[in-house]
């Protein structure tokens, strides 16, 4: 069997194979949809299909939506081009269970993938048509965090962004001013109220959406190309919402193991395609069990009635304490010291260093014995409770290929609010003092360590991809093993990384101290992992 609109109306076949349907009549929700947009959501990776799709599927399979999510991929073209469109823009989602189960479902709640190409001109034309539709409720988007930056290190605008300020709204290319540009469409059409929904994995992520549009904006108003009225739609309330939200799916890359899988079943071309920009996708999609979505309830025209898949809808002040919880205590905390020490001990899988008494000591003590000292309790979830889902089943989960080089992943930009906040709480409390700390501290230093790119056999290994790498490495260019001096403390001073002086709240030395004794010979992070943590 092959994914396709045909071979799925052969259901009797894929319910053999364990493969469960869609509920709805998909050809009737994609001529809904034509007619009448509700939703479209830029960047068609993993998590979305995985997570965001299958979320509105069950309100197709109950009844309680009758049309679908417009796809639009706005940066890597061949997502579509490979596994959309070749497949009817159908995804089989396949859910692994830490006990080696695997519920897979053909997701077909995307009715249109569109590549946000000028060249491309009737997927441009079509996604201007949507735009104009005042049946459009939402635009979403998962475009990641670097997908709303506007600027480089130096505060100075990036080619692309510059580009497309010069030229104004008929030709965008960055996906922010592409956003701009079509939403100048919607305020020409009728001024119809609309509301952007980032559900990227980053803080204060529907600001960022907010301050992209308008900076792009405020740049064309003084080139003559929009007028002044625009801008005051954009900051409307009334016309144009950007709420917060906070989204938890760990989504790796297409599995091997799966793929195999969904062979032996029967089912053919599940093939990984690698893009030239480097997008790891494929028909299916692998995902962990859990998920969390939590989305401030501020829409302009409407919404999907999403509380009925399980997305839980608040106010603002409560999806900034989810964020907070799970970003700086119960989840990203863990995940980094994993990925540091992960790359130096020689793992591949986070859920094999999770078997690693050593490493899970490690993680407990930073989330149990330190963060929930300081965790900001949302109320809604229970952050102990979290905390054991995350290191119980979802860490330990043998079947999620993530990696802690894949984690690693601008761990600069990561250190002040993983480890920061917490360290700033301590320092606010009477109760609490920073230089009790110990696994965080620990943490720190195992970044500080992993950035030599040695490992600890004495290997050289290539560390994950960091806007500040090269910074960061040259302030300990030719440190070696069994060196005691070095520039370390230009890096553990750095205010703009950490978000504190960690000297001036008395964690700097020992910080240093951690750092060359991890750095002390061959097997001196696993010595010193014990001597802290074991």
Same mark, same amino acid.
């Given at each position: 069997?092959?994914?396709?609109?045909?071979?799925?109306?052969?259901?009797?076949?894929?319910?053999?194979?364990?493969?469960?349907?869609?509920?709805?009549?998909?050809?009737?929700?994609?001529?809904?949809?034509?007619?009448?947009?509700?939703?479209?959501?830029?960047?068609?990776?993993?998590?979305?299909?995985?997570?965001?799709?299958?979320?509105?599927? =069950?309100?197709? +399979?109950?009844?309680?939506?009758?049309?679908?999510?417009? !796809?639009?991929?706005? %940066? #890597?073209?061949? &997502? *579509?081009?490979?596994?959309? =469109?070749?497949? +009817?823009?159908?995804?089989?989602?396949?859910?692994?269970? !830490?006990?080696?189960? %695997? #519920?897979?479902? &053909? *997701?077909?709640?995307?009715?249109?993938?569109?590549?946000?190409?000028?060249?491309?001109?009737?997927?441009?034309?079509?996604?201007?048509?949507?735009?104009?539709?005042?049946?459009?409720?939402?635009?979403?988007?998962?475009?990641?965090?670097?997908?709303?930056?506007?600027?480089?290190?130096?505060?100075?605008?990036?080619?692309?962004?510059?580009?497309?300020?010069?030229?104004?709204?008929?030709?965008?290319?960055?996906?922010?001013?592409?956003?701009?540009?079509?939403?100048?469409?919607?305020?020409?059409?009728?001024?119809?109220?609309?509301?952007?929904?980032?559900?990227?994995?980053?803080?204060?992520?529907?600001?960022?959406?907010?301050?992209?549009?308008?900076?792009?904006?405020?740049?064309?108003?003084?080139?003559?190309?929009?007028?002044?009225?625009?801008?005051?739609?954009?900051?409307?309330?009334?016309?144009?919402?950007?709420?917060?939200?906070?989204?938890?799916?760990?989504?790796?890359?297409?599995?091997?193991?799966?793929?195999?899988?969904?062979?032996?079943?029967?089912?053919?071309?599940?093939?990984?395609?690698?893009?030239?920009?480097?997008?790891?996708?494929?028909?299916?999609?692998?995902?962990?069990?859990?998920?969390?979505?939590?989305?401030?309830?501020?829409?302009?025209?409407?919404?999907?009635?999403?509380?009925?898949?399980?997305?839980?809808?608040?106010?603002?002040?409560?999806?900034?304490?989810?964020?907070?919880?799970?970003?700086?205590?119960?989840?990203?905390?863990?995940?980094?010291?994993?990925?540091?020490?992960?790359?130096?001990?020689?793992?591949?899988?986070?859920?094999?260093?999770?078997?690693?008494?050593?490493?899970?000591?490690?993680?407990?003590?930073?989330?149990?014995?330190?963060?929930?000292?300081?965790?900001?309790?949302?109320?809604?979830?229970?952050?102990?409770?979290?905390?054991?889902?995350?290191?119980?089943?979802?860490?330990?989960?043998?079947?999620?290929?993530?990696?802690?080089?894949?984690?690693?992943?601008?761990?600069?930009?990561?250190?002040?609010?993983?480890?920061?906040?917490?360290?700033?709480?301590?320092?606010?409390?009477?109760?609490?003092?920073?230089?009790?700390?110990?696994?965080?501290?620990?943490?720190?230093?195992?970044?500080?360590?992993?950035?030599?790119?040695?490992?600890?056999?004495?290997?050289?290994?290539?560390?994950?991809?960091?806007?500040?790498?090269?910074?960061?490495?040259?302030?300990?260019?030719?440190?070696?093993?069994?060196?005691?001096?070095?520039?370390?403390?230009?890096?553990?001073?750095?205010?703009?990384?950490?978000?504190?002086?960690?000297?001036?709240?008395?964690?700097?030395?020992?910080?240093?101290?951690?750092?060359?004794?991890?750095?002390?010979?061959?097997?001196?992070?696993?010595?010193?992992?014990?001597?802290?943590?074991?």
């Amino acid at each position: 069997m092959v994914l396709s609109n045909n071979a799925i109306k052969n259901r009797d076949t894929w319910k053999d194979m364990g493969v469960k349907l869609p509920e709805f009549d998909i050809d009737q929700v994609r001529e809904n949809t034509r007619e009448r947009p509700q939703w479209v959501h830029f960047g068609a990776g993993n998590i979305f299909r995985a997570f965001i799709a299958n979320a509105h599927q =069950k309100l197709l +399979d109950r009844k309680k939506a009758d049309t679908g999510i417009v !796809a639009v991929e706005s %940066f #890597d073209y061949e &997502i *579509i081009d490979r596994v959309y =469109k070749p497949y +009817d823009n159908l995804t089989l989602l396949v859910l692994m269970h !830490a006990n080696g189960d %695997f #519920d897979k479902t &053909i *997701i077909g709640s995307i009715t249109e993938a569109i590549a946000a190409d000028r060249n491309r001109t009737d997927d441009f034309n079509r996604l201007v048509e949507i735009f104009e539709k005042p049946s459009l409720q939402m635009a979403s988007f998962t475009i990641t965090e670097k997908g709303y930056s506007l600027t480089d290190a130096d505060g100075n605008y990036i080619k692309a962004v510059q580009r497309d300020i010069e030229k104004g709204p008929d030709d965008p290319v960055h996906t922010m001013s592409l956003v701009t540009a079509l939403v100048y469409h919607r305020y020409k059409k009728g001024q119809y109220p609309i509301t952007f929904v980032s559900m990227d994995n980053c803080a204060n992520n529907g600001d960022r959406i907010k301050e992209g549009v308008l900076t792009i904006a405020k740049e064309w108003l003084k080139r003559g190309f929009v007028d002044e009225g625009f801008i005051a739609y954009l900051q409307d309330e009334e016309k144009i919402t950007y709420p917060l939200t906070m989204i938890d799916k760990i989504t790796p890359r297409p599995s091997e193991t799966v793929k195999e899988t969904l062979s032996q079943k029967g089912i053919e071309g599940m093939d990984i395609v690698v893009t030239a920009r480097n997008s790891y996708v494929a028909p299916f999609v692998n995902a962990e069990v859990s998920e969390y979505l939590v989305i401030e309830d501020r829409f302009t025209n409407g919404r999907p009635p999403l509380e009925e898949a399980g997305v839980i809808f608040t106010d603002r002040e409560t999806v900034n304490k989810v964020e907070t919880m799970k970003v700086t205590t119960c989840l990203n905390p863990l995940h980094t010291a994993l990925a540091v020490s992960g790359c130096l001990l020689g793992y591949n899988l986070i859920a094999d260093e999770m078997k690693d008494p050593l490493l899970r000591k490690f993680v407990e003590k930073i989330g149990y014995d330190e963060g929930l000292k300081v965790v900001v309790d949302p109320g809604i979830i229970n952050p102990r409770e979290f905390l054991d889902e995350v290191i119980n089943e979802r860490f330990s989960n043998p079947f999620i290929p993530d990696t802690p080089q894949r984690i690693a992943t601008d761990t600069s930009q990561k250190v002040g609010i993983r480890f920061g906040e917490t360290i700033k709480a301590y320092a606010r409390r009477e109760d609490l003092n920073p230089a009790d700390l110990v696994a965080i501290p620990l943490a720190i230093a195992t970044w500080c360590r992993y950035l030599l790119g040695i490992d600890d056999k004495g290997n050289e290994f290539t560390i994950s991809p960091d806007p500040l790498a090269h910074i960061l490495q040259g302030i300990l260019q030719g440190v070696t093993l069994g060196d005691t001096t070095s520039n370390v403390r230009d890096i553990i001073s750095n205010k703009t990384i950490f978000g504190v002086d960690l000297y001036e709240v008395g964690l700097g030395e020992k910080i240093e101290k951690m750092f060359y004794e991890l750095l002390e010979s061959e097997g001196a992070v696993r010595r010193t992992l014990e001597k802290y943590i074991g």
